[in-house]
């Protein structure tokens, strides 16, 4: 999961590639490096930790030049130090990868047989020593590419240049994302469109196995066997502004704070105001993504329709938080549209030669849409026959791309690693699907359908209330410090959400934290409370209730330190927690997103407590595009 930025055109390239790293430095950076071609000669920065240090070493150098990459480091091969950071050189050819070559030791060994010079720990370095070992035979740095890409396996993408031909960026993808973007006589690459889009809203997505040529401003795509591909543009309309952290301490702040708006907007192509009714817009089932926007929304609803009438089952694979939204997802559907729902981490699904019934609808969750795990998953079930549609947040990315139907999150750029806007609008988004599923299949009348969309179209005022404790938690976190661990306990629809702020805490701050459905301590976990123990009690006003209170006195009864979060002002909750938080009287089926808000806070301001990078937390990445 790096970052990578490439430039080739008439400015300057050093800062458009340190802006653009930037913009990437959540897909990793444990350390980061430019090369611009200078004069016939390459010149090469790198250095170990974040992209800071890189900057601050940049200060004394002067650069010139129209070509040049850069890449902020996940490690995966290699110590994080310099020199084991990109881009890597070997005899005037320059070059970044993302991925993993899997058989680099073979590759290692060859090129040490025939007196290769290797310098890093690397698997990175190895590609660049075959594609200089091929452009002595070919004098062109695309058909050497080619011809190193017989010798490599893995997922991976690279960004290559090379001194003998200053006018020429050679770009190919296979599993990590790679976008072209398209500017006035000037092209750009990089991981993600966010390091681009102060430049151009114009791209191409690489798709699996394809290389860009680009020679100036003339872009050739050819498959890796050489194939001439033409490819359309799409233009996104995410403004720059979007990616900035406006004032907030952190994205993830910033983040959080967008949620309402970010729920209304996932669910807004789909409700009807009105007259409180659903319509999945522009699903297109079997139309290609950049065709959507072209579809008419009439009949592609009917269409939408006519596949979910098919449907007997639904599986919902995912990870991390992706997977809490679907575990929601599986109250929702079997709930509101009564139909079975299995869900599976994308990680055990792809390897579990799991058995998909016909007429069963796969459905994956993805903010980045470039998991390795959940993008397996999704090929795996096509293969098997099923249907899959995809809930993405990064339109035409790899998996929102290789779906059949596609529903986005449509909350705009996420930055922090920690995912929090996009997370509650997959919620508004599964929801939205559970009730035009029930609508569909004809278990819900309208009145129905109507006292669901009402409930939906209250929550981004509900959660606007719920920010508030943001003040709280500033001031309470440093007293939840002392305790040495937390249990997350929910019930029904509940139960996801504790998983997910036992994540949240453990990615943030570091601490241990387990999520778990309430109902279970008594088979085990209650041996682990004592006064160290801190509980998290979710516990809304719903049928489930009365079970979650008993639950609590279990663990109080045993010393157990109680943060409680119910409905209203709950006197019971409150003499039998230390801290009680109250959310605002909903539907069922909008506390999920409301609870998910005060566990985002008390996690965030825990780890800002203790002085940890909010949005880029150790160890992680934001798109984990590895397995
Ligand atoms: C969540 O805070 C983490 N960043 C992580 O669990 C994330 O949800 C998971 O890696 C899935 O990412 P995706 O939604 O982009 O597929």
Same mark, same amino acid.
């Given at each position: 999961?790096?970052?990578?930025?490439?430039?080739?055109?008439?400015?300057?390239?050093?800062?458009?590639?340190?802006?653009?790293?930037?913009?990437?430095?959540?897909?990793?950076?444990?350390?980061?490096?430019?090369?611009?071609?200078?004069?016939?000669?390459?010149?090469?920065?790198?250095?170990?930790?974040?992209?800071?240090?890189?900057?601050?070493?940049?200060?004394?150098?002067?650069?010139?030049?129209?070509?040049?990459?850069?890449?902020?480091?996940?490690?995966?091969?290699?110590?994080?130090?310099?020199?084991?950071?990109?881009?890597?050189?070997?005899?005037?050819?320059?070059?970044?990868?993302?991925?993993?070559?899997?058989?680099?030791?073979?590759?290692?060994?060859?090129?040490?047989?025939?007196?290769?010079?290797?310098?890093?720990?690397?698997?990175?370095?190895?590609?660049?020593?075959?594609?200089?070992?091929?452009?002595?035979?070919?004098?062109?740095?695309?058909?050497?590419?080619?011809?190193?890409?017989?010798?490599?396996?893995g997922a991976f993408s690279i960004v290559a240049f090379w001194e003998e031909n200053p006018h020429q960026l050679v770009a190919f993808k296979d599993g990590p994302p790679l976008v072209v973007g398209l500017g006035i006589n000037e092209t750009f690459v990089a991981s993600d469109v966010q390091a681009l889009l102060q430049?151009?809203?114009?791209?191409?997505?690489?798709?699996?196995?394809?290389?860009?040529?680009?020679?100036?401003?003339?872009?050739?795509?050819?498959?890796?066997?050489?194939?001439?591909?033409?490819?359309?543009?799409?233009?996104?309309? &995410?403004?720059?502004?979007?990616?900035?952290?406006?004032?907030?301490?952190?994205?993830?702040?910033?983040?959080?704070?967008?949620?309402?708006?970010?729920?209304?907007?996932?669910?807004?192509?789909?409700?009807?105001?009105?007259?409180?009714?659903?319509?999945?817009?522009?699903?297109?089932?079997?139309?290609?993504?950049?065709?959507?926007?072209?579809?008419?929304?009439?009949?592609? &609803?009917?269409?939408?329709?006519?596949?979910?009438?098919?449907?007997?089952?639904?599986?919902?694979?995912?990870?991390?938080?992706?997977?809490?939204?679907?575990?929601?997802?599986? $109250?929702?559907?079997?709930?509101?549209?009564?139909?079975?729902?299995?869900?599976?981490?994308?990680?055990?699904?792809?390897?579990?030669?799991?058995?998909?019934?016909?007429?069963?609808?796969?459905?994956?969750?993805?903010?980045?849409?470039?998991?390795?795990?959940?993008?397996?998953?999704?090929?795996?079930?096509?293969?098997?026959?099923?249907?899959?549609?995809?809930?993405?947040?990064?339109?035409?990315?790899?998996?929102?791309?290789?779906?059949?139907?596609?529903? $986005?999150?449509?909350?705009?750029?996420?930055?922090?690693?920690?995912?929090?806007?996009?997370?509650?609008?997959?919620?508004?988004? *599964?929801?939205?699907?559970?009730?035009?599923?029930?609508?569909?299949?004809?278990?819900i009348n309208q009145k129905q359908e109507q006292e669901f969309v009402r409930a939906l179209l209250a929550a981004p005022s509900q959660m606007e209330g719920v920010l508030a404790y943001d003040k709280y938690f500033d001031e309470a976190a440093h007293r939840l410090k002392k305790y040495k661990g937390f249990l997350y306990?929910?019930?029904?629809?509940?139960?996801?959400?504790?998983?997910?702020?036992?994540?949240?805490?453990?990615?943030?701050?570091?601490?241990?934290?387990?999520?778990?459905?309430?109902?279970?301590?008594?088979?085990?976990? *209650?041996?682990?409370?004592?006064?160290?123990?801190?509980?998290?009690?979710?516990?809304?006003?719903?049928? *489930?209730?009365?079970?979650?209170?008993?639950?609590?006195?279990?663990?109080?009864?045993?010393?157990?330190?109680?943060?409680?979060?119910?409905?209203?002002?709950?006197?019971?909750?409150?003499?039998?927690?230390?801290?009680?938080?109250?959310?605002?009287?909903?539907? &069922?089926?909008?506390?999920?997103? *409301?609870?998910?808000?005060?566990?985002?806070?008390?996690?965030?301001?825990?780890?800002?407590?203790?002085?940890?990078?909010?949005?880029?937390?150790?160890?992680?990445?934001?798109?984990?595009?590895?397995?």
């Amino acid at each position: 999961m790096c970052g990578i930025v490439g430039y080739l055109g008439p400015q300057n390239p050093k800062d458009i590639i340190v802006s653009g790293l930037k913009k990437l430095e959540y897909r990793g950076y444990d350390s980061a490096g430019i090369a611009i071609l200078d004069g016939g000669k390459t010149k090469r920065v790198r250095a170990a930790g974040k992209l800071k240090a890189l900057e601050d070493k940049l200060l004394s150098e002067k650069f010139d030049g129209h070509i040049g990459i850069g890449h902020t480091r996940w490690a995966t091969h290699g110590a994080p130090n310099e020199r084991n950071a990109h881009p890597h050189q070997v005899n005037g050819v320059s070059l970044v990868h993302n991925g993993i070559i899997e058989n680099y030791m073979e590759i290692r060994e060859d090129l040490l047989a025939r007196g290769a010079q290797i310098s890093s720990d690397t698997d990175s370095e190895l590609v660049a020593h075959l594609i200089a070992e091929e452009i002595v035979k070919t004098a062109d740095l695309y058909k050497a590419v080619q011809k190193t890409l017989v010798k490599i396996r893995g997922a991976f993408s690279i960004v290559a240049f090379w001194e003998e031909n200053p006018h020429q960026l050679v770009a190919f993808k296979d599993g990590p994302p790679l976008v072209v973007g398209l500017g006035i006589n000037e092209t750009f690459v990089a991981s993600d469109v966010q390091a681009l889009l102060q430049h151009t809203n114009k791209f191409i997505y690489l798709d699996d196995r394809e290389i860009a040529v680009i020679t100036g401003a003339d872009i050739k795509i050819f498959s890796a066997e050489g194939v001439s591909i033409s490819k359309k543009s799409v233009e996104l309309n &995410w403004d720059p502004q979007m990616v900035e952290k406006q004032g907030y301490p952190h994205f993830m702040l910033k983040e959080i704070y967008e949620q309402p708006r970010a729920v209304a907007s996932a669910m807004a192509p789909h409700v009807n105001t009105e007259d409180f009714s659903v319509k999945l817009k522009n699903v297109g089932f079997g139309s290609p993504v950049h065709a959507l926007d072209e579809l008419e929304s009439e009949s592609d &609803w009917k269409k939408t329709q006519e596949v979910l009438k098919g449907i007997e089952r639904i599986f919902i694979i995912a990870c991390g938080t992706s997977s809490y939204a679907g575990m929601v997802g599986k $109250y929702l559907f079997e709930q509101i549209s009564k139909i079975p729902v299995e869900v599976d981490i994308a990680s055990e699904f792809r390897y579990r030669n799991p058995v998909i019934p016909n007429k069963t609808l796969v459905m994956t969750i993805s903010q980045s849409g470039e998991t390795a795990d959940t993008l397996a998953a999704i090929r795996l079930a096509k293969e098997k026959g099923a249907t899959t549609l995809s809930i993405c947040n990064v339109r035409s990315s790899t998996i929102d791309r290789e779906a059949h139907g596609h529903l $986005y999150m449509n909350s705009g750029p996420e930055i922090g690693v920690a995912s929090t806007k996009a997370f509650t609008s997959t919620l508004a988004i *599964l929801s939205t699907v559970a009730i035009a599923f029930a609508r569909t299949r004809e278990v819900i009348n309208q009145k129905q359908e109507q006292e669901f969309v009402r409930a939906l179209l209250a929550a981004p005022s509900q959660m606007e209330g719920v920010l508030a404790y943001d003040k709280y938690f500033d001031e309470a976190a440093h007293r939840l410090k002392k305790y040495k661990g937390f249990l997350y306990l929910g019930r029904g629809v509940s139960f996801p959400i504790a998983m997910e702020g036992a994540l949240k805490l453990k990615e943030l701050a570091y601490m241990h934290a387990e999520g778990y459905a309430a109902g279970e301590m008594k088979h085990g976990p *209650l041996a682990l409370i004592d006064e160290n123990m801190a509980i998290v009690m979710l516990a809304p006003h719903d049928e *489930l209730y009365e079970k979650s209170i008993s639950n609590l006195e279990e663990a109080r009864a045993r010393g157990a330190q109680v943060i409680a979060i119910g409905t209203g002002d709950n006197e019971k909750l409150k003499s039998i927690s230390q801290y009680y938080l109250s959310l605002p009287p909903a539907h &069922w089926m909008i506390n999920p997103l *409301l609870e998910a808000i005060p566990l985002q806070l008390m996690a965030y301001h825990l780890a800002s407590s203790l002085g940890y990078d909010v949005d880029q937390p150790r160890n992680l990445a934001k798109s984990v595009t590895v397995e």
